[in-house]
C-alpha cells in the first residue's frame, strides 16, 4: 500500500461549489504539507503543517483553507472553487527535523478541475 | 527570497544520446540544500538526489550524475545514454534556512526513440 495516500484522484466541480481533498499518510510523519501544480508553474506550496497543532500558509493560500484532524490526516478545502484553481494537487510529507534533512514524500495527486 | 531558474522548459534528444538539465538557484542562506525530482507521465514525483551546500562533490548513480558548483549557483542533471524511460518532467528544488522548499518550474524531457 502507499505510504501517501489522496483522495480524490480526479475530480469535476462547479464554480462556486465546496470542495475537500484529503491526505493520509503511513509513514509516520509529523510533517504534511499541500502543493499545486500548474503547466509552466511547477509546484507552489499551498500550506503546510509542522504537527497537528501547527497550520502555517504557504505561498498561494488564498481561497483556501486546511485542516489537521490527526498527525496522518491532512485535508485541502477550497470553499467556493473557482475555474482558476483548476490544477494538480499534491500532498507531501516530512520526518520531523529542518525539512532540507527529510525527504519530502508526495502522494499521486489530485487532479482537480473547475467548471 | 530564493528562487530556482530552470531556463529549459522544454528538451528532445534521441535516445542514447547525453542530456544536461540546467538548474540555476539564488539564496542569501549559507546552509541550504538542493533537490531533483523526477515526474514521469504517470504524474508521481518521485526523489532522486539531496545535496546540501557544504558539499560540492558531485555525485553519480548509474546513468544520473549531478554537477553542483557554488560559484555559478548551479545543480545540473546529466543524463547519459538517455532512455526513452527518462522521458518525464524533471524538478530543481531548493530548501533554505526557513525551512521550506522552492521549485523550479521544471523541464520536460523528451527522448525520442
Known amino acids: 500500500d502507499a505510504d501517501v495516500t489522496q483522495t480524490p484522484r480526479n475530480r469535476i466541480t462547479k464554480t462556486g461549489k465546496r470542495i475537500m481533498l484529503e491526505c493520509s499518510q503511513t509513514k509516520g510523519h509529523d510533517r504534511m504539507y499541500w502543493y499545486r501544480q500548474d503547466p509552466g508553474l511547477g509546484l507552489r506550496l499551498i500550506y503546510y503543517?509542522?504537527?497537528?497543532?501547527?497550520?502555517n500558509k504557504g505561498e498561494i493560500s488564498d481561497g483556501y483553507s486546511v485542516s489537521r484532524q490527526a498527525q496522518a490526516k491532512f485535508s485541502l478545502s477550497l470553499e467556493s472553487a473557482i475555474p482558476n484553481q483548476t490544477a494538480l494537487y499534491f500532498c507531501a510529507t516530512s520526518a520531523e527535523g529542518q525539512v532540507a534533512l527529510s525527504e519530502q514524500y508526495f502522494g499521486p495527486g489530485t487532479r482537480l478541475t473547475v467548471t | 527570497a530564493q528562487k530556482v531558474t530552470q531556463a529549459q522548459t522544454e528538451i528532445s534528444v534521441v535516445e542514447k544520446e547525453d542530456v544536461t538539465l540546467d538548474c540555476v538557484y539564488e539564496?542569501?542562506?549559507?546552509?541550504?540544500?538542493l533537490f531533483w525530482y523526477k515526474q514521469p507521465p504517470s504524474g508521481e514525483l518521485v526523489f532522486l538526489i539531496r545535496?546540501?551546500?557544504?558539499?560540492?562533490q558531485n555525485e553519480i548513480s548509474g546513468r544520473y550524475s549531478w554537477n553542483f558548483q557554488k560559484s555559478t549557483s548551479s545543480f545540473n542533471f546529466t543524463i547519459t545514454a538517455s532512455q526513452v524511460v527518462d522521458s518525464a518532467v524533471y524538478f530543481c528544488?531548493?530548501?533554505?534556512?526557513?525551512?521550506?522548499?522552492?521549485f523550479g518550474k521544471g523541464t520536460r524531457l523528451h527522448i525520442l526513440p
Open positions: 503543517s509542522f504537527d497537528v497543532k501547527d497550520i
Open positions: 545535496r546540501n551546500s557544504f558539499d560540492e
Open positions: 539564496t542569501r542562506d549559507t546552509t541550504y540544500y
Open positions: 528544488a531548493l530548501s533554505g534556512e526557513d525551512d521550506k522548499i522552492i
